[in-house]
C-alpha cells in the first residue's frame, strides 16, 4: 500500500526476483476495505505509507491485522511494531542474491479488481502475465523516450507503464497523482512523448508550451469519437485505442499505421498473443457486424480468481476467457465495443462494482433497498447514482441524503462515493421481479447532487 514513490517499482521487482507473490493495494482503502484484501489473501507482510497510520489503528482495533507477521513502513515510521523500509534497504549487502527459483509459471501478483459480483475479486497473475503485457503494449505505438506515468502504481495501468519503460528503455516520468489542470504543463515541463489521454484531456484549452513537444503516440480508451482527430492535429501525434482488463492483459489494439480508422471508435485488432472471437449466448461465433461476447485466450491469462472457483470456472470456457463484454467486429476485422454484459460502473478509469456500493448504502438505518447505476458524465464517463428506497416507518427527512453519502465515505474508497441520489416510493421491476435498472439511468423525481449539495429537479 504506497504512492506511486519510488519504493513501490523497487519493492514489486524485488518481490519478483524472489518469487514472492505481491498483493498490491489502493492507497485510497478504507479500513474495511483493506481488512477484507488482508483476509482474502492472507498477506503475511503488510508494507505500507506512513501517511497510513490512522488505517493501521483502525485495523489494529478491529484485529485486521492479526494474521500479518510483520508490517514494513515506508517513511518516518513512528509504529512501534514496525520496520522501516529505508532502514531494511540500508541493511542490503552489495551482492545479488541466490538465483532465483521462479519460472514463466511462478504466481507473481494477486490483482484486486472490482467487477460485477459484489467485493473485490483477486486475479492470480504469474510473472509471464507480466512479460506479455508490457511487451505487448511496448510494440504498440512509435517507440517513446520519455513515458507519463500518472495513473496509481498499484493498478494494471500503471504497472504496464512501467513495464514499457523497461522493454524499450525509455525514462519512466511517474507523477504523485494525476491532475487534470496540470497535466500539459507536466507534458511541458518533462518533454514528455507518450501519455494518455480521456474526454477531459482532449478538451483542455491549448497549451503555448504544447507546439515544440515532439509526441510519439497518445493512448486512449473510449475517447469521443468526435474528439479523436482533433486531440491527433492538436499534438501532431498518432494516438492509438487500447482494450484491456485486468484478468487478461492487453487483448486489442489499433495499429499506429491505420491512420483512416481514427475517430472510428474502434478498439482495434487482437494484441500480440492475442487470439479474439465474438460469440451468441451459446457459445456460437457470430458474423461480422453482429454483436455478441468478446472471448480471449492465449498467453498471460490469469490463472482464475482467488478462493472462487465457481466464479473462475464461470468465465472461462474451453480455454477461452469471457471478458463479459459486447462487441461487433466489422469486415475487415476491426473490433467495436458496444457494451457491457457486467453490471459495473466505469469512473474514470476506475470499475465499481454496483454491488459493493449497494451493500454498503444498504446498511444505512431506514433503508429498504437500494440500486446503484452509472450514469454518463462528460468529465469521468460515469457517476454513481444511487436510488433508494425507504422503510415504510420512515420519511425522508429522517434519512437525508447527506446520512447516507457520509456513511458510504467511511466505508467505501471515495471513487466509488455515491454523487447522485434519488428516492423513490418503489423500484421498477422485470417480469422475474429483479429491479429495472435500466429504467433507474432517467429521473422520475429530484437528485441530489453531492457535489453541489442541492436538489436538481429531473
Same mark, same amino acid.
Given at each position: 500500500?504506497?504512492?506511486?514513490?519510488?519504493?513501490? =517499482?523497487?519493492?514489486?521487482?524485488?518481490?519478483?526476483?524472489?518469487? =514472492?507473490?505481491?498483493?498490491?493495494?489502493?492507497?485510497?482503502?478504507?479500513?474495511?476495505?483493506?481488512?477484507?484484501?488482508?483476509?482474502?489473501?492472507? $498477506?503475511?507482510?503488510?508494507v505500507i505509507d506512513a501517511s497510513c497510520h490512522e488505517l493501521l489503528r483502525q485495523l489494529r482495533e478491529g484485529n485486521a491485522v492479526s494474521t500479518v507477521e510483520r508490517i514494513v513502513e515506508h517513511g518516518p515510521a513512528v509504529t512501534p511494531d514496525a520496520k522501516n523500509w529505508g532502514d531494511l534497504v540500508a541493511l542490503a549487502g552489495d551482492s545479488a542474491i541466490d538465483e532465483s527459483r521462479v519460472d514463466a509459471e511462478s504466481l507473481m501478483s494477486i490483482q484486486y479488481t472490482s467487477g460485477s459480483t459484489g467485493l473485490p475479486k483477486g486475479c492470480l497473475l504469474n510473472q509471464d502475465y507480466w512479460m506479455v503485457l508490457g511487451y505487448a503494449r511496448s510494440i504498440q505505438g512509435p517507440t517513446p523516450r520519455r513515458v507519463l506515468i500518472d495513473k496509481p502504481?498499484?493498478?494494471?495501468?500503471?504497472?504496464?507503464?512501467?513495464?514499457?519503460?523497461?522493454?524499450?528503455?525509455?525514462?519512466?516520468?511517474?507523477?504523485?497523482?494525476?491532475?487534470?489542470?496540470?497535466?500539459?504543463?507536466?507534458?511541458?515541463?518533462?518533454? /514528455? %512523448?507518450?501519455?494518455?489521454?480521456?474526454?477531459?484531456? $482532449?478538451?483542455?484549452?491549448?497549451?503555448?508550451?504544447?507546439?515544440?513537444?515532439?509526441?510519439?503516440?497518445i493512448s486512449i480508451a473510449g475517447l469521443s469519437r468526435d474528439l479523436h482527430r482533433p486531440l491527433e492535429a492538436k499534438f501532431r501525434s498518432v494516438v492509438r485505442e487500447l482494450y484491456g482488463m485486468t484478468e487478461a492483459g492487453a487483448i486489442l489494439y489499433m495499429p499506429a499505421d491505420a491512420a483512416h480508422m481514427s475517430g472510428s471508435g474502434s478498439c482495434g485488432i487482437p494484441a500480440p498473443f492475442r487470439e479474439c472471437r465474438i460469440v451468441?449466448?451459446?457459445?456460437? %461465433?457470430?458474423?461480422?457486424?453482429?454483436?455478441?461476447? #468478446?472471448?480471449?485466450?492465449?498467453?498471460? /491469462?490469469?490463472?482464475?480468481?482467488?478462493?472462487?472457483?465457481?466464479?473462475?470456472?464461470?468465465?472461462?470456457? *474451453?480455454?477461452?476467457?469471457?471478458?463479459?463484454? #459486447?462487441?461487433?467486429? %466489422?469486415? =475487415?476485422?476491426?473490433?467495436? /465495443?458496444?457494451?457491457?454484459?457486467? *453490471?459495473?460502473?466505469?469512473?474514470?478509469?476506475?470499475?465499481?462494482?454496483?454491488?459493493?456500493?449497494?451493500?454498503?448504502?444498504?446498511?444505512?438505518?431506514?433503508?429498504?433497498?437500494?440500486?446503484?447505476?452509472?450514469?454518463?458524465d462528460p468529465l469521468r464517463g460515469q457517476e454513481v447514482k444511487l436510488c433508494v428506497v425507504l422503510l415504510p416507518s420512515? $420519511?425522508?427527512?429522517?434519512?437525508?441524503?447527506?446520512?447516507?453519502?457520509?456513511?458510504?465515505?467511511?466505508?467505501? =474508497?471515495?471513487?466509488?462515493?455515491?454523487?447522485?441520489?434519488?428516492?423513490?416510493?418503489?423500484?421498477?421491476?422485470?417480469?422475474?421481479?429483479? /429491479?429495472?435498472?435500466?429504467?433507474?439511468?432517467t429521473a422520475s423525481g429530484p437528485i441530489y447532487d453531492r457535489t453541489t449539495k442541492i436538489w436538481v429537479e429531473s
Open positions: 500500500m504506497l504512492p506511486n514513490v519510488p519504493a513501490y =517499482a523497487v519493492t514489486w521487482f524485488a518481490l519478483a526476483r524472489l518469487g =514472492a507473490v505481491m498483493v498490491p493495494v489502493n492507497m485510497r482503502y478504507t479500513a474495511r476495505e483493506l481488512e477484507y484484501v488482508l483476509r482474502d489473501s492472507e $498477506a503475511g507482510v503488510l502504481m498499484s493498478y494494471m495501468g500503471g504497472m504496464w507503464r512501467f513495464l514499457v519503460c523497461l522493454h524499450v528503455g525509455a525514462t519512466a516520468c511517474v507523477a504523485l497523482q494525476f491532475t487534470l489542470s496540470g497535466l500539459q504543463q507536466r507534458l511541458v515541463e518533462r518533454r /514528455i %512523448d507518450f501519455f494518455s489521454a480521456t474526454d477531459a484531456v $482532449a478538451r483542455l484549452p491549448d497549451h503555448p508550451g504544447i507546439a515544440d513537444l515532439s509526441v510519439a503516440w451468441d449466448g451459446e457459445g456460437r %461465433d457470430v458474423p461480422p457486424g453482429e454483436t455478441g461476447e #468478446l472471448w480471449v485466450r492465449g498467453r498471460g /491469462i490469469m490463472r482464475g480468481y482467488l478462493n472462487q472457483p465457481e466464479t473462475t470456472a464461470a468465465v472461462f470456457s *474451453d480455454g477461452w476467457f469471457r471478458t463479459g463484454d #459486447l462487441f461487433r467486429r %466489422d469486415e =475487415a476485422g476491426y473490433f467495436y /465495443i458496444q457494451g457491457r454484459i457486467k *453490471d459495473s460502473i466505469r469512473r474514470s478509469g476506475e470499475n465499481i462494482s454496483t454491488r459493493e456500493v449497494e451493500s454498503v448504502a444498504a446498511m444505512v438505518e431506514g433503508v429498504q433497498e437500494v440500486a446503484a447505476v452509472g450514469v454518463p420512515y $420519511a425522508r427527512g429522517q434519512i437525508n441524503p447527506e446520512k447516507i453519502i457520509d456513511h458510504c465515505s467511511k466505508n467505501l =474508497a471515495a471513487f466509488k462515493v455515491p454523487r447522485y441520489i434519488e428516492y423513490l416510493g418503489e423500484f421498477p421491476r422485470t417480469s422475474s421481479n429483479k /429491479i429495472a435498472k435500466q429504467s433507474l439511468l
